[in-house]
C-alpha cells in the first residue's frame, strides 16, 4: 500500500492482524522496515502497521530527511490509517523517533514501546562499549567487515555483505549460524541503504540539546527491563529511564531492553503516563542496524 505524506512523498505501508492499533518504527536511519516477524507475533492481539520511513526501502527516495520530517510522516501514516490514538513501537532509531512523535502528539500515543535505543544523553555514554561489543561479536568476520567498512565506495553487494556481518552480530545467543541466517533474512531482499537520509539525520541529533530532551521527558514515568542482548550497553537508555521522576529500571544488566511509555484514553502525559525504554543499540558506518547508531555507517 502506499500513502501520501503532506508534500506529497510516497511512503510504503502494511496492515496486519486485528485488534488495537501498534505502529512500529524501524531502525536506521537510512533502512527499511526489518519487524516482519515482530508483526507476525501481535497479529492475532493489535492491528500492526509498518512502514518504510522516507527515502528508504519501498518508500520514496525523496528527501530531505529530518528528524520533525520523520515525525510529520510518522503523523501522516496516523491520519492515512484513520487512527485517533497509537501504541508505538520503535527499535534503535525508531525507538528515538517515537519518542519524538509522543513528546510532539502525546494525545495521539497511548504507550510507547522503546526497545533498543540510544536514550537522550551523549554517545559517548554508550558507544565506546557498543564498539568494543560488535568487534567482538563480528568474530571471524571482523578482517572483511573491517575492509569492507574502510573503502570509499561500496557496491550494493559489498554493502549487502557488510551489513549482514553486522546485523549477525546483533542477534543474542551463542548460535551463531542462526543468527547469520536471520541477518540473511533481513537483508532480503536487498533495498539498499540511504546513506544521505542517515547522515542528516544522525547530523542533526548531535546538535540537539542534551539539556531541553531532559526537560521534555521530565514528567513522564519509565517501566524498563533489560533482556539478554550482549553487546548492546545499557547505559544508552538510562538517561531516558532516569528523566522521569518514577524513573527505574530491571531486568538483566548484560543485554538491551524496552522502556515503555504506558498512556490511556488521554494519550502519554508528562508526570502520570509510563514510558517504556531499552538499552542502547546503534551501529555505524553507513551500515544501519535495523536498531539505530553509527559504527561507522547508518544506524539502524
Not at 530527511?65 to 490509517?81: E, I, P
Not at 553487546?231 to 531516558?240: C, I, N, T
Request: proline share 6%; glycine share 16%; charged share 25%.
Amino acid at each position: 500500500m502506499t500513502l501520501k505524506t503532506d508534500d506529497g512523498t510516497r511512503l510504503w505501508a502494511e496492515r496486519t492482524g486485528e485488534g488495537d492499533p501498534v505502529v512500529l518504527c524501524h531502525g536506521g536511519p537510512g533502512l527499511w522496515d526489518t519487524l516482519e516477524d515482530v508483526a507476525a507475533l501481535l497479529a492475532d492481539r493489535a492491528a500492526v502497521y509498518r512502514w518504510d520511513q522516507r527515502g528508504c526501502g519501498r518508500s520514496e527516495r525523496r528527501g530531505p530527511c529530518s528528524v520533525a520530517g520523520s515525525v510529520a510522516d510518522l503523523d501522516a501514516v496516523r491520519r492515512h490509517f484513520g487512527l485517533d490514538s497509537v501504541t508505538l513501537l520503535g527499535h534503535s532509531w525508531g525507538a528515538r523517533l517515537a519518542l519524538h512523535y509522543a513528546l510532539a502528539h502525546p494525545e495521539r500515543v497511548t504507550r510507547l514501546v522503546y526497545v533498543s535505543g540510544t536514550g537522550i544523553g551523549p554517545d559517548s555514554a554508550w558507544h565506546p562499549e557498543f564498539v568494543r561489543n560488535l568487534r567482538s561479536a563480528i568474530g571471524e568476520g571482523l578482517p572483511r567487515w573491517e575492509e569492507l567498512k574502510s573503502r570509499e565506495r561500496l557496491t550494493e553487494a559489498e554493502e549487502r555483505e557488510m551489513c549482514v556481518l553486522q546485523w549477525a552480530a546483533d542477534f543474542a545467543g551463542p548460535d551463531r549460524e542462526r543468527a547469520r541466517v536471520l541477518a540473511e533474512r533481513m537483508a532480503t531482499p536487498w533495498l539498499g541503504v540511504n546513506s544521505e537520509c542517515h547522515a542528516e539525520i544522525v547530523a542533526e541529533t548531535r546538535t540537539m540539546s542534551e539539556h531541553q530532551l531532559h526537560v521534555a521527558c521530565g514528567g513522564l514515568r519509565v517501566r524498563s527491563s533489560r533482556g539478554r542482548r550482549p553487546g548492546h550497553p545499557a547505559a544508552g537508555s538510562g538517561g531516558l529511564a532516569g528523566a522521569g521522576p518514577a524513573g527505574r529500571q530491571a531486568g538483566d544488566a548484560r543485554g538491551g531492553g524496552a522502556h515503555a511509555v504506558g498512556g490511556g484514553s488521554g494519550g502519554v502525559r508528562r508526570g502520570g503516563r509510563a514510558l517504556t525504554a531499552g538499552a542502547g543499540s546503534e551501529p555505524g558506518r553507513v551500515t544501519p542496524q535495523p536498531g539505530g547508531g553509527p559504527e561507522g555507517r547508518p544506524r539502524a
